[in-house]
């Protein structure tokens, strides 16, 4: 497994795409992946929001406005995480 860390890029925050998200900040997730890490904080955060008539329907937004980097092994241990385990979030911003 790998650990990433999830956050929205600052330019695209205000974009109507994060209507689609209960959360704006960043996100500690153990995945395989990159694709699987996206997919389990969009799963777990995205939502369908209302249509606005007249503006494109809003894309869950950690699919295409958020970077995902994977933490080196010193991040890792300084942080108490493990590479063991199920694919999980393991932290959130508050």
Do not use: C
């Amino acid at each position: 497994m790998k650990i990433f860390r999830a956050e929205p890029i600052p330019e695209f925050i205000d974009e109507h795409h994060w209507r689609r998200s209960t959360h704006k900040g960043w996100v500690i997730v153990r995945a395989e992946n990159e694709d699987k890490a996206r997919s389990l904080v969009a799963i777990e955060f995205g939502f369908a929001p209302e249509r606005i008539p007249g503006q494109e329907l809003p894309v869950n937004p950690w699919w295409s406005h958020a970077s995902f980097t994977e933490l080196a092994q010193t991040e890792i241990e300084d942080a108490g995480y493990t590479l063991d385990g199920e694919e999980e979030i393991l932290n959130k911003e508050s």
